[in-house]
């Protein structure tokens, strides 16, 4: 987007919720769509349509999805949310007459063409053997599922973010997934960053948007507003260095929050960290909350946890630490990736882990992506979409097709061929095959898989997934943070709780340099916590939340807040903020409570039961059955689904 003026980057007509309307120039508050739209949770409005309806009147839901390949799938678009609502509400007949036979049939058949999914049709194209065929279903306009980007053009830069999945680890050189990421062509996985330019002294960034590395630089600020008094808000800069003096907390919040900090243990003995997933520490972990281990360790109180900690602590699983198993801190740490002592560190491409996604796709379908399959080649070219989806391939992804029914054709024990229905341009489609893969998540599959058994379902019942607002927020330069000898902040009220300005990793497609007057994309993550209930229910009412509100009145607190944080440094909203993308994700995070890791009372774990054993001829894959959302545990998931299926359903 050139030029000075910021166009509206939505339109249409206003929501009204709680029967007043709301304009550019209405608050809204938590209160107003917490009492009228639990959408997820089907609850029945008093009168008239639902919000979410009324915002499709002429799409304020979506908004602005940027530019290039990933403009139209930003996030759960409005279309991806209807359709899945639509599984949801049992409004789709899959044995209609209308439904229109495709006379396909496959040796496999790939629901969800996000990481796990694109991971599931690699491992059985290259272990099943060439001639097997498979068809991955995918319901957004292009694959990747939460590993995508946002584009920009920012006077004629192109700026590149993430919408979800965002970091990766390098692994120890002969591991598996080492190996499994050299052979989709990231060769060199440790990568090169953009370089300072510039006369001005050069300040640390970030390479991922959860290092926080100005911190313990002294060039990071905390921000208190109204919620502490503070009209207009105030800033701590530097705040380690100053002992947290100047903050307006206690004396005992400010030890408690301090030695959190600096990460203080306050147990006589130095805290064990888990060392193998099932072990004595690992499950007393997941036998408590991860509020109650850090007021264990740490020797914190519930409302410093609460105020401060909340929801960055347990962001990883989507909710705050008092929803969430202990051990789901520790989860991640169980892959084992190289340590920082021998070279290990966390890497980010610009737009996330959406290149291992174009990676993955351009090794399952090498003309799905022009040029050399490395890097640079899927970074630098863009998609050749006809190829996905050609006859003439062993493996094809189909887009924009949400799966709607899978089942077997006669009983699961004995059957051969699963029969899968799909809605696609409003139209209901019938494919067969041999066998499935559930790649797409807890939250549709137990929707979607006809006859899934009593244990089955039981397990899945116990599967809780929260949303997340991924917001990305392009500004002309970033020369107001510098100003104020910040790279990176964090606030306690409003909308997310941090950003960083981030260098970036070189693909060939970025400028090599970075000064603050860069123009950056600056991400907000929003997490939706509701300490007091449970875990199913913080996840319901933070999807009413974030379903309820239109991109219009997103956009407007976005640019207050910055406003309110900024302006005392020559920030101007209307001038500074080139672009602003919303990236709603409805079921973003597994979110495992005490017991979903290692089971309670006696009774298996919900996941192990999932991945135990195909149900007949469907397994069941993506990352929520390890309970950790990272990408590589989609990719070990999809390999033991296909395993199975290979071993026990498709045996010769």
Same mark, same amino acid.
């Given at each position: ?521 600056? $991400? ?5 916590? &509701?300490?007091? @209930? !449970?875990?199913? =229910?913080?996840?319901?009412?933070? #999807?009413?939340? +974030? ?75 993506? $990352? ?5 959302? &990272?990408?590589? @545990? !989609?990719?070990? =998931?999809?390999?033991?689904?296909? #395993?199975?299926? +290979? ?6």
């Amino acid at each position: 987007m050139k030029g000075n003026r910021i166009p509206s980057f939505s339109g249409g007509k206003f929501p009204v919720v709680g029967g007043r309307t709301i304009g550019m120039d209405s608050r809204i508050t938590r209160r107003d769509f917490l009492g009228s739209t639990l959408l997820a949770s089907g609850s029945a409005l008093l009168a008239g349509l639902s919000p979410l309806e009324l915002l499709a009147e002429n799409d304020d839901f979506t908004g602005y999805g940027g530019t290039g390949e990933y403009r139209t799938s930003n996030g759960n678009t409005l279309e991806v949310v209807q359709a899945g609502h639509g599984i949801r509400d049992g409004s789709y007949d899959p044995m209609s007459k209308d439904v229109v036979d495709t006379n396909e049939t496959y040796d496999c058949v790939i629901v969800g063409g996000g990481i796990s999914g694109l991971a599931a049709a690699l491992f059985f194209q290259r272990d099943g053997g060439p001639q097997m065929r498979s068809l991955v279903l995918e319901n957004h306009p292009i694959f990747g599922g939460e590993a995508k980007q946002n584009e920009f053009l920012v006077d004629g830069k192109r700026l590149i973010a993430h919408q979800g999945s965002a970091i990766y680890q390098i692994q120890y050189p002969h591991s598996f997934l080492a190996s499994f990421y050299d052979s989709i062509g990231l060769k060199k996985p440790n990568l090169t960053y953009q370089r300072w330019t510039g006369r001005e002294p050069e300040m640390p960034l970030c390479r991922t948007p959860y290092e926080a590395v100005g911190l313990q630089h002294g060039q990071y600020g905390f921000w208190f507003g109204g919620q502490f008094g503070k009209k207009p808000g105030m800033w701590l800069i530097d705040p380690l260095e100053k002992n947290l003096q100047g903050a307006p907390v206690s004396d005992q919040t400010r030890g408690e929050w301090l030695r959190w900090l600096k990460g203080e243990s306050s147990l006589g003995a130095k805290f064990e960290h888990p060392k193998v997933e099932g072990d004595a520490v690992s499950r007393y972990l997941d036998s408590i909350t991860l509020e109650r281990h850090y007021m264990e360790r740490f020797g914190l109180s519930r409302e410093t946890i609460r105020t401060f900690l909340s929801p960055v602590e347990g962001g990883g699983s989507g909710l705050g630490p008092d929803a969430l198993s202990a051990y789901s801190d520790y989860a991640f740490e169980m892959l084992h990736p190289l340590t920082e002592e021998q070279g290990g560190s966390d890497q980010m491409f610009p737009g996330g882990n959406s290149t291992i996604a174009r990676l993955m796709v351009k090794s399952l379908i090498p003309t799905s992506i022009p040029g050399p399959g490395s890097v640079e080649g899927v970074c630098g070219n863009k998609v050749n979409f006809p190829a996905l989806d050609n006859p003439r391939s062993r493996a094809r992804i189909r887009l924009s097709s949400t799966a709607i029914h899978v089942a077997h054709d006669g009983e699961p024990s004995k059957a051969n061929v699963v029969t899968i229905v799909y809605v696609k341009d409003g139209k209901l489609y019938r494919v067969k095959a041999r066998s499935a893969v559930m790649a797409g998540g807890c939250w549709t599959t137990k929707h979607i898989v006809a006859g899934l058994p009593e244990a089955q379902r039981t397990a899945y019942a116990q599967f809780y997934r929260s949303p997340c607002l991924m917001v990305n927020v392009a500004v002309r330069n970033w020369r107001f943070l510098y100003k104020m000898g910040i790279s990176g902040c964090r606030w306690f009220e409003g909308l997310g709780n941090y950003t960083d300005v981030r260098k970036l990793a070189l693909t060939g497609v970025e400028s090599p340099t970075i000064s603050p007057d860069s123009p950056v994309v600056l $991400t907000l993550k929003v997490l939706y916590p &509701d300490p007091g @209930y !449970s875990t199913e =229910e913080q996840g319901n009412r933070g #999807r009413g939340e +974030l379903m309820g509100r239109s991109f219009r009145d997103y956009e407007k607190q976005i640019r207050e807040q910055f406003t309110a944080m900024f302006a005392s440094v020559g920030f101007d909203a209307r001038r500074d903020i080139a672009g602003i993308i919303l990236n709603r994700w409805g079921h973003a995070y597994l979110s495992p409570q005490p017991g979903f890791f290692f089971g309670q009372e006696g009774k298996p774990a919900p996941r192990e039961v999932l991945r135990a054993a195909p149900f007949g001829r469907i397994a069941f894959a993506n $990352t929520d059955l390890a309970g950790a959302m &990272d990408h590589r @545990y !989609s990719i070990l =998931e999809a390999q033991r689904a296909v #395993r199975q299926l +290979l071993d026990q359903a498709l045996v010769t």
